[in-house]
Structure formats: C-alpha cells, structure tokens
C-alpha cells in the first residue's frame, strides 16, 4: 500500500468512526426503537404503535405543530430584526466601530444559554425589573407577570438565536461590493428596489443558512421553553424528554424523536429547495 | 450667466474636502456635447472624487455641477441623467446579462415587451446578439466591458462616466478595448468622461484630456497639445516620456536661455520670463533628439554632443539606445530611429546627438 | 443605504436609533444578571438591599458565596473536564477530517461531506437520546454476552463526552477547514524542496499556519461544550456539569448565588473569547 493511500485511510478512519458510532448507528438503534412495541417485560415486537399514538392522540400532534409553527415564526422574527442590524455592520458601519460592533453582536453568546434565561427571568417576572419599573414608573398599579407565556418564550427564544442569524449575514452582505450597490442606484435604482433586487438575492445564502440553523435551534431547544414558557406552551423537546426521562417509554420517546428529526429535515430540505442553496454551499465550503 | 448650450456637462470650482484634506480644488471645466473627455491622473490626485461627485455619490464641498445647463446639486444618484462603468464594472452577478442590462429599464417602468426589444437592440448596438440569458460570470472580460456600457447606454443617459474601466484587464485586451470604445462611443454618440491613470488610454481615445494632480487640473487640451506644448512640468513630465534635468539659469538674452543642469550638461533653451539665476525643469522628449554617427550633420543644432552608447534597449518599433555624455556623466535617453543605418549600432559605439532649442521644455521648478 | 447614497436625516436617525435599541436589548439580561449578582437579598430580584460580595465570598447561611458552594464548585470541576476533553477530541478530529476533504478527492467525497455537517441539523435533544438508546443497547448486549455491568455506558460523563463530540466534531472541522483551504499548497512543497519529509513538512509548515484556527476550534468547542445544555440534559448522569446543576437550582427558586456563578461564566467566556481574538490576530 503506498505511503499516499496509508495516508488516506488513516484520514479517513476517525471520519468513518465518529459518524459511524456516534450518528449513524445510534440512529438506526433509534429507527428499529421507535418500530416496536413491548408487549411484556423485556419483550418486544414490531409495531407501528409508537407513530399511531403520535398520529391519534391530538395533544401529540397539537404539540408538535405547534412547536413547528412557532419555530418558524422565531426564525421569521429574528430574520426581520436580525436584517438591518447586519446591514449596518456590514455597509454603514466602518473600520473600527464595525469590528466592534460585530463583536458586541458575540458577545452574549459566549455565555451560556441558561444564563441568558435566567436574565429574562429576572427581568419579567412578577417581582422582576420590569415590573418594578413599570410601577415605579405609574403604568401599573401592582406587580405584573410576564413570565410563562408565549411571549416570553418566544422573546427568549429569538434572543438566543440571535448570533446564528447576525453572523451569516453579516458575513455575506459584507462580501456584496460597494459599487454594486451604487450601480443599482446609479441606474435609478431606489432604497427598496435594490434592496429588493440586489442586496437580498445577493445575500440570499446568508439568509438561507442563518434560518436553518435558527430554526434548528429553536424546533430542538428544551431549556428557553421550560424556563419561560407557561403551562400551555408545551414544546415537543418537553415530550420526549418526559418520555425518556419521566416514563421510560423509549420506544415513543424514539418515534418522537424521528418525528422531529422528519420535521426538522423536510423543513430545512424544502429551504433548500426553494431557495436553490445546496447544505455544503450553506454551511460549509461556501460560506 | 448664460448656460453653454453646446456642453453636456459642466464644472465650476469644485471643490471637496475630507475633513482636512483637499481632495478637488476649485476645478472647472466643461465637456462639449458627444465628445469624448478624460480626465488624466497618478492615484490619488482626486480623480475619483470628481467622478463620483458627478455620479451624485459625494456631495461637494462648493461648487457647481451642470448636465444639459441645469445643476444637479442635491439630486440623488438616482435621479441624475448620468449613469457610470464602474472600475470593476460593478455587474449584478445575481442576474444574467438581460436582467442586468433591463434593470434600468424596470426601475423606470418600461412595459416589459418594450425591455426585452431595447435589450435586444443595444446588444446588436455592441455586437453581442443573443447572449441574453448568459450568467454574467461565464463572459470574458471584453464582453463584461461591453455588457457593462450597455447597461448604461440602454437608459440613453446625457453623460456616461467610465471610472477605470480598463484597468483589470490584460494589456492585449485593453489596446483592443481602446479601439472598441472609441467606436462605442462613435455609435452611441454619447458623450463620454473618462477617467484613468494610463495616459495611453487617455490620448488615444480623448477629444479633450484633463491633466490633474493634487486636486487641480495643470492642463485641459487635445492630446497633441498636451503632447507637444505642456503647460507645466507636471504635464511635461506626465504626459509622454521625457528627459528631464534639473538645473539653473546661466544666461538670458531675450527667450533664449542657457541652462547648466546638476550634473554640468549645457542645455540651450526657450522660454518666457527666464531670469539669470533661476532653478528650473528641462523635458526634452527622446524622439526629439536626433541621433547621427558623424559629427557633420549635428553640428547645425544649438545642443549638440558627442556621446557613447551606454545600453540598446530593444523594444520594436519603441527601441531606444541609454547614452553617456563623457563630461557630464549624465545619461540621455533617445528613441532609436528604424532604419538600416542604426542596425548595427552596439553597446560603446560613439554617436552624435543634437536637439533644437524650442525641443527642450523649460519650466521654473515646482518642486523647491 | 451605504453613506455613498444620500438618504434623509430622519431616516438616518430612526436606523441609528434602532441599532441602539437593538445593542441595548442585547445587553440588558446579561446586565442584569451581572447586578443582582451583588444584592444583598436572599431573592435575585428588587427591591435592592445593597452591595455585598457575600454571594461570592460568604461562608455562612443563609448567604453561601459561589466559592464555598461546593456543588456549585463540583460541576464547574467537571465542566470544565468534559469541556478540556471534547475540545482537544474535536481539535484532534476536526484536524484529520479538514485534511481529508481537502487533499483528497475519492469517491463519496461529497456524500461523507455531507454526512459530516449533518449532526448540525440534527436537534441536540435527539442527538442525546440516540445516543443514549444505542449505547445501552450495546450495554445490554455485552452484558448479555459477558455478563460484565459496563459502566461507561450508562449515562454519566463518558456518554456526556461522546454526546458533545458529536455534533461540536461538525465546527471545529468547519473552522479548520476554513482556514486550510487558504493554505497555498506551494509553501508545502517548498519545504519538500527544501529537504523536508512529507510529515516534517506537514509539522512545520501547515500546522503553524493552522494555528490561529486550532486555537480557534478548541476556545469554540470548549465554550459550546460548556454551554450545552440540550444533548447534556438527556446523558447526565450522577457528575452533573455546571449547567445541569444550574438548571435544577433555578427550577428550585434561586437565589443571587446564581448571578454570582454566571458572572463569573461571562467573565472567563470573555477572557477565552479575547484570548481567541488575541491569537488570530497574530
């Protein structure tokens, strides 16, 4: 064996092994899980029962198009805030401000997810800052509770998702040259007719790769929805972690796990498609 | 003040500042309608500047901008009836070449058939039918150019700048270019401003030629002129290849002057309001100096001198022989006539050089 | 919409505005956790009792500080452990896999391509619970075969590890990628020319010019492996790390000992995020 292809099989062997046991195998153990049923102890059968259940008992379902939607939304929320502060780092922003606020953008993010929660927990329960303020301020007479609700938790989860979106887009409109920006005017282009025709479709991979990854995080946070959320924000990350954790029911656990993996793997495939980005331009190689 | 009817675009002591820095300093001049006009620069003298004052993406500090006699002060870039060839074209890549060039178009509302016709006319118009639906990055450079005027042209714009376009290409495509471009510019009937740093781009294609340094024009003229009867050391020095020496005014009597250069070469010149005494600039051209292997014929011309052939540059038709003056030590470069006489000529030979008195540009020296 | 194109002044304004706003919003709950970290309440809320650095320092109750927790101070010990461990695995993976895809170019380059971003698209909820389903069905298995009770499997740190690595392998091949692809090739092969072996020249040519994104890859695998919570959640087993035990505090009503702990995380995620800035810029 040449010295060449030693070489390449030494590459190739930690590539092979860490997806082999720590992603392909364990999905496929999940697979075969998910597809049986037990019907005494420590003895099962194949079954379809696990994805019946899911299909037939309308708070599943209910719960996971709710997540699915509301996923969607944050990433829509955050896609629309995210926009025109990436723009201003990019193209208004110069030199040192501009690095600087690219970097204020990070900043939160190198602190911990719970600790962000736990921010906004501080900040809008009922003997929270806000609350406080907005008394000291005459607007409310007694404590307000703004904790455990939609809101909350879709604040929080838009917060948290922030950088993923910030970062590619930045990182693609700042690749869009001056001079095609001024040719577009120059041609009697107007504010949002270039933006229309030149700086979204340029920034289009950007965009496209900062709401997979956005909505990813948000259709598979456990942690934003259980801290903020109220009683009837249930998240489909709540069932399976119940299933597993609190009934050891694997077998559902599993199939619900499939389930959001489906979710997550259609949505982000129709994306693709529809914007006609490949995930090695999106994620990898080309950003 | 009466608007000049005749000129497309126009001037007066413009000016900008970026904060303490004068980019453009009180420039005026003014382009006459379909005419074909460069301004001419190193980097950094404020070409751009102007340029993109023109394009309304700089607003200037004073002054005036006209375009068909009406001031286009505070009119945004869109709304300016010029439009711009960008220095790397600035072509949209996220659109083919028949989206970038009815771009323009949609933003005025053109019905869509109409686009698709004028597309397709100012395509023929550049010589590049059918390539409609190409993606611009599958085009070659000289195709790019042309896309690029095309867009432009499209809108019938009153003036048409062209900042640079040249500049990336490769020097076969751009001796080919300049020829297409004053051909483009000849079909459209446009007229045409021109920036560059490449004084060959700008008098071969020139009606007129602005010479600017530091934020002023030393100059505006035809390329001959510019050539031929520089009005400034700098154009002198710019413009064209030239020797040029240093030196001090050593005798008066009336427009006729001895200068002694630096390194003691004698130089009989020309010039108006020479003074014994003064330092000044000589530029002398090296095809005006004649080149003879006797002594015979060069002995007629007021600077003329024996001198052995340091180095041939060879360089076709652009050949040129690096002499030494014996006395001086001063090096001379002379262009090297094409005929049979000089064939053989070799590195030591000795020659006779001689130039005329009105050949030898003097100017007061700028640099002190 | 760049400065080059004149736009209104109130336009202007109202964007500029934004943007405050924008930053503000960004860091008001990082602010706030910081403040409470010092009042002198049993409750991280108002009213303000005042100053103490008694949630840092204290040594009795009720006001036990972060440094004589020792809960708290365990799982930042193991934290810290699993974090040291999956970063220099992902380094190390992250490093063999950037030179595979891009030296060599195989049949079933561009499927293992994207086989290899693929753990970033999957949740990390599910990515646990894979984990945890296949290895105790190896456990089962081996015991089964053996009869050998096989701890490793279970959940506890080596699954945590295993689950982190997963999916922070993904990043830290994507950074050093990034970079690897800048190399210019010929410098290797000057080195070659120069006498070096094809390894010597790997080792003293490539690998520095890497550098800046192995330090890169490792601070960003450390703090995305200290941060996780998701994929953590579903493998902890008895060694809870720092965010796990957070979490069961705060579900338990917490107290400014909280803030303490997470300011003391900002301020090490800041000197890790400098000490990154400091090593690409070089």
């Known amino acids: 064996m040449s010295s060449k292809r030693l070489g390449f099989f030494l590459l190739l062997a930690p590539l092979v092994l860490w997806l082999g046991l720590l992603i392909i195998l364990p999905h496929i153990d999940m697979a075969i899980v998910s597809l049986r049923t037990r019907v005494a102890p420590r003895e099962y059968a194949p079954s379809l029962d696990n994805y019946a259940a899911f299909v037939t008992e309308p708070l599943y379902l209910f719960t996971f198009l709710r997540t699915a939607v509301m996923s969607i939304l944050v990433t829509v929320i955050t896609l629309i805030i995210a926009f025109p502060i990436s723009y201003y780092i990019a193209k208004i922003a110069k030199g040192r401000s501009q690095a600087a606020l690219f ?41 307000v509770e703004m904790l455990y609700n939609d809101a909350a938790m879709m604040l ?33 282009g107007t504010g949002p007719s270039v933006l229309r025709e030149i700086v979204i479709p340029h920034a289009m991979p950007g965009i496209v790769s900062g709401c997979i990854v956005v909505f990813m995080l948000s259709l598979g946070n456990y942690l934003t929805p259980t801290m903020l959320g109220g009683k009837d924000s249930l998240w489909f990350t709540q069932l399976i972690y119940s299933q597993f954790i609190v009934r050891f029911n694997w077998e559902l656990g599993a199939a619900f796990g499939f389930c959001l993996l489906f979710a997550s793997s259609v949505i982000v495939w129709a994306t693709l498609r529809l914007t006609g980005q490949t995930l090695e331009r999106t994620m990898g190689e080309g950003s | 003040m009466t608007a000049d009817l005749t000129s497309d675009l126009e001037c007066r002591a413009l000016t900008r500042h970026f904060g303490d820095v004068v980019a453009v300093q009180g420039v005026d001049f003014s382009v006459a309608a379909g005419s074909f006009f460069s301004i001419l620069g190193p980097s950094g003298c404020g070409k751009t500047t102007i340029m993109r004052m023109i394009a309304g993406f700089l607003e200037p500090t004073s002054g005036d901008i006209r375009i068909k006699g009406r001031s286009v002060l505070g009119v945004p870039p869109n709304k300016r009836p010029v439009n711009m060839v960008f220095q790397h074209l600035a072509l949209f890549p996220m659109m083919n070449v028949a989206e970038n060039i009815g771009y323009g178009l949609r933003r005025q509302g053109v019905a869509k058939a109409e686009i698709i016709r004028r597309t397709g006319e100012v395509l023929e118009r550049i010589n590049l039918p059918g390539i409609g639906t190409r993606k611009v990055s599958e085009l070659s450079g000289g195709q790019r150019q042309r896309v690029a005027i095309a867009r432009c042209m499209v809108l019938q714009p009153d003036v048409l700048l062209l900042d640079e376009p040249l500049g990336a290409l490769d020097l076969k495509l751009r001796e080919k270019m300049k020829v297409e471009l004053k051909a483009l510019q000849a079909e459209f009937d446009t007229t045409f401003v021109y920036i560059t740093h490449d004084q060959g781009e700008a008098l071969v294609m020139s009606d007129a030629v602005a010479v600017m340094n530091a934020g002023r024009f030393e100059q505006v003229g035809a390329a001959r002129d510019l050539y031929y009867r520089p009005e400034t050391a700098f154009v002198a020095g710019f413009v064209g290849e030239a020797n040029r020496w240093r030196g001090r005014v050593e005798a008066v009597d009336g427009t006729l002057a001895e200068v002694r250069s630096e390194s003691g070469l004698l130089i009989r010149t020309q010039g108006q309001n020479l003074r014994p005494g003064d330092r000044v600039e000589i530029f002398v051209r090296p095809e005006a100096i004649a080149i003879n292997l006797d002594a015979k014929t060069a002995a007629a011309s007021p600077n003329q001198m024996a001198v052995q052939v340091s180095a041939l540059l060879f360089n076709g038709a652009n050949s ?10 001063a090096e001379i470069d002379v262009a090297l006539p094409q005929s049979a006489e000089f064939s053989n000529l070799a590195k030591g030979a000795q020659v006779h050089i001689s130039w005329g008195r009105e050949q030898a540009l003097c100017f007061a020296d700028a640099t002190l | 919409m760049i400065p080059s194109i004149p736009r209104s002044r109130a336009m202007r304004v109202a964007y500029g505005a934004y943007v405050t706003a924008f930053f503000m919003w960004l860091a008001l709950p990082l602010i706030t956790v910081s403040v409470f970290a010092f009042n002198d309440s049993l409750f991280p809320s108002l009213p303000w009792e005042g100053f103490t650095w008694g949630w840092f320092f204290g040594d009795a109750r009720p006001q036990i500080g972060l440094f004589h927790e020792r809960r708290i101070l365990a799982s930042i010990g193991t934290s810290a452990f699993i974090a040291t461990v999956v970063s220099a695995l992902a380094v190390t993976v992250g490093t063999t896999n950037a030179f595979l895809f891009n030296r060599y170019s195989f049949r079933g380059r561009g499927f293992l391509y994207v086989l290899m971003l693929l753990p970033l698209v999957v949740p990390g909820i599910v990515l646990g619970i894979s984990i945890l389903v296949f290895s105790s069905r190896v456990a089962g298995v081996v015991q089964d075969v053996t009869g050998l009770y096989t701890e490793v499997l279970r959940p506890g740190l080596p699954l945590v590890i295993a689950g982190q690595f997963s999916f922070i392998t993904t990043i830290a091949t994507l950074v050093i990628s990034a970079r690897l692809i800048k190399f210019d090739r010929s410098l290797e092969e000057a080195a070659l020319n120069l006498g070096a072996g094809p390894l010597t020249a790997i080792r003293t040519v490539t690998i520095p010019y890497l550098l800046p994104a192995l330090v890169g890859a490792f601070v960003v695998s450390f703090l995305m492996s200290f941060e996780n919570f998701n994929t953590t959640l579903m493998l902890v087993g008895s060694d809870a790390p720092l965010t796990i035990t957070m979490f069961d505090r705060l579900k338990e009503g917490s107290t400014p000992v909280l803030n303490a702990v997470s300011l003391l995380l900002m301020l090490g995620s800041a000197v890790l995020a400098l000490l990154m800035i400091a090593v690409q810029r070089r």
Request: hydrophobic share 50%; glycine share 10%; charged share 15%.
């Open chain 1, 103 to 143: 970097l204020m953008c990070l900043v939160p993010f190198w602190v911990s997810e719970l600790v962000r929660t736990f921010g906004w927990i501080i900040l809008l329960r009922e003997t929270g800052v806000i609350s406080g303020f907005l008394q000291w301020l005459g607007l409310a007479d007694q404590p």
């Open chain 1, 156 to 188: 929080g989860l838009v917060y948290t998702s922030m950088l993923f979106m910030v970062v590619p887009l930045t990182t693609t409109l700042e690749s869009l040259d001056d001079a095609v920006i001024e040719a577009g005017y120059d041609l009697g």
């Open chain 2, 320 to 329: 040129r022989v690096l002499v030494r003056d014996p006395q001086s030590g």
